[in-house]
């Protein structure tokens, strides 16, 4: 097991782009997270899944946003339309369900310009 | 919406020193983590805490769940060199149709360690 593993590392794209991150959790975690964080922050929730199911979504989540995971494994965050304020880390994590730590990935890295 | 507060916001210490950091909130919480993370890289947990008053050690790190439920902190011993790195507190709430799973974090301490 290589812990949670999320692709890009690092992301630039123009005003206006749309982009799609991809977070491969823990295999045998149940729970994923996206979470946020910006220069000089804590990560701020995002969206969470218990298998394939979004149960909540964050009000920072607007409607540009979108998460799925399809088949309770992996899952992919896009931003439609990006804005340079979308500009952060974003990191996933994953737990089962009783666990009260996560173990997040390295983050995906987005710049928009 | 539930604010931790994370003190010091940074701190410059020499190798070999002990550090102290702490977070507050005005909220209880049912857990607290203390996260490091480094540069570019997603927060690693360091120790979690599930009892007020709770005592928890990990190697040079200790820990302690305050007895209110509203507060933590964090010790590390004769610090060294790769100690160098952003140290975050969260939070889980007790469980509340579901919404414990969310980890409300601090704003971080920022710890350098000068050799």
């Known amino acids: 097991d290589t812990g949670v593993s999320q692709n890009p590392r690092h992301k630039i794209t123009k005003r206006g782009q749309n982009v799609t991150f991809r977070c491969d959790p823990i295999s045998e975690h149940n729970r994923l997270y996206w979470y946020r964080q910006t220069l000089g922050q804590g990560p701020e929730f995002l969206t969470y899944?218990?298998?394939?199911?979004?149960?909540?979504k964050s009000r920072l989540l607007s409607d540009r946003f979108s998460a799925e995971r399809p088949k309770g494994s992996f899952s992919t965050l896009e931003i439609q339309r990006t804005e340079q304020g979308d500009s952060a880390m974003y990191l996933c994590?994953?737990?089962?369900?009783?666990?009260?730590?996560?173990?997040f990935g390295s983050g995906t890295r987005l710049t928009v310009v | 919406g539930q604010q931790l507060n994370q003190s010091p916001q940074s701190m410059f210490i020499q190798e070999g020193e002990d550090v102290s950091m702490n977070c507050t909130s005005s909220?209880?919480?049912?857990?607290w983590l203390w996260y490091k993370q480094d540069p570019g890289e997603g927060p690693v947990l360091l120790i979690a805490l599930y009892k007020a008053g709770e005592l928890t050690s990990n190697g040079r790190l200790t820990a302690q769940f305050g007895i209110t439920r509203k507060d933590s902190f964090l010790n590390i011993s004769a610090s060294i060199p790769s100690d160098v790195g952003i140290y975050f507190c969260?939070?889980?709430?007790?469980?509340?149709?579901?919404?414990?799973?969310?980890?409300?974090f601090g704003k971080g301490t920022l710890l350098t360690v000068n050799p």
């Open positions: 969260a939070g889980q709430l007790p469980y509340s149709g579901g919404s414990n799973y969310k980890l409300t």
């Open positions: 909220s209880i919480f049912n857990t």
């Open positions: 899944f218990q298998n394939e199911a979004q149960l909540e």
């Open positions: 994590a994953s737990s089962l369900v009783r666990m009260h730590g996560y173990t």
